[in-house]
């Protein structure tokens, strides 16, 4: 019986990664790392072995029964194991000539247990130092280069997480004193239109040398990338530690760059993280207990002073503001938007009492969130911050102002001012022209044409002062910036 017997096709799909790859995308790919026909390819997540089929000297490992049988059937030349990739590589000694493949994308809530543990270690004795955050791919990518001869070569499909991603940092560099040429090529149109993750292709030659830059180049298709891939444009690693390693900023031209990197080392910029404390807002574990309208609140009898006023997604955030009448015409409108908040040491009024005991109660304190915590009904880290800023946004996140004192939800980000500016400052410096590409730059897409920004994103978002004017030349190269940014997260 195959070990995902109980899932469904599409279940299994995901759990294993397994989103096979275009074979025009495996040909390019392997005819690029085979240089002689005795060369022995490696593919460690082969699928039905599409990879495998473009050449005859070829060991291909997968954890998925039924994949395995298909390719001993379609590609009977290979030699196949049905194993887990980091157990089959901590049992064997062999080195390969060339590896090539497209590893599974399971990220890290799900890429668990022994299977990380084991992977973890090959890459630690390997010399990369990948943390438990790290997705799937990355361990695949850095065992396979260790199994490689001398002046042995790379090829992979992967997440264009590669561009942004922090678990991805130590393997660039892992493949940077290990190679030596890594090149990144981006590709805009998707090559899996199914999913959402865009993905991006790795080369790496010369294994055993080393290199201190990484070639990157960006397409608008698949298409445009030939049999052999340009050499692309070199980028040195302290460039790349300035954009806080993130090759995805080398989208942007290099005359943008400059025009934004010029704006963003003024002496009178400031990152946000150096007048404000970013941070998400507060959990309940229960949404629709905790979140009342007015008209249950009265109903039920919960006195005012337990109720506070919350934005619980960024649909709700107006464009500057949210003030004392935002709050009125939520309560007018009866949107279940005031947040039950009874601190932990307060007596708790008779009729809380009765709905924190009704059928509703009863059932919200049984979430995870609500039983880890004493007393279950106290929402924790509600705080009121001195603005709102949403962190999915379709055309750019907004920086609105809490007039009103209300507090928010994880949705959003709380940001709480540390250095003396002022909210309308900070809302000023927001306005500049080069705090949408510094978005763009800091933060990362999500799918579906969306940016996200985490805290730690959001703390590095540039706000140049605005009583410099901006020439208007470094305007439109900023203005073109965005653009650009915005097409390549696909954002219509
Ligand atoms: C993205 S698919 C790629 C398949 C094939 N290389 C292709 O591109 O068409 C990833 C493959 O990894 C396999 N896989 C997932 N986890 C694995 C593991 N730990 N060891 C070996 N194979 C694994 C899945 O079964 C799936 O076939």
Redesign the pocket.
Known sequence: MSLFATETPQSK?K???????PPE??RTLVRWVIRSNDDRLL?????????LAEHLNVV?????GS?VATVAEQVPHATIHA??????ASNTNELFDCVA??????RYQQ?SGE?RKT?LRLCSEAGASLNGLTS??AP?VVVSASMLKPGGRLAF?VPAEIGHAPYARPMIHYLMQRFSSVHVVAVREKIFPEISEDVWLLYAAGAGGSTDEIAFSSFDSFRDVSHKPPRGTPVAADDLKSWNDRLRSFLLPEEIRAAYKKLSNQKATVRLGECARVGIGYVTGANNFFHLRKSDAEQLGIPDDLLVPTVRRSSFLPSRAVTHATVSRWRNQDEPVFLLRIPTDADVPEAVQRYLDSKAGQEARTGYKCRKRTPWYSVPDVRVPDAFLSYMSGIGPSLVANHARCVCTNSIHAVQLTNGMSVSELQQRWGHAAVPLSCEVEGHPLGGGMLKLEPGEAARIALPSIDRRVPSRDREMIEEGVRIMRRWRHYA
């Open positions: 799909q759990l294993l990664g397994a989103f096979y790859t995308v495996a593919d460690p997540s082969c699928g039905d072995g599409r990879f291909g490992v997968d954890r998925d994949a194993a887990e990739f980091f157990d089959w493949g497209n590893p599974p994308f399971i890429f299977i992977a799937s791919w695949f499909v």
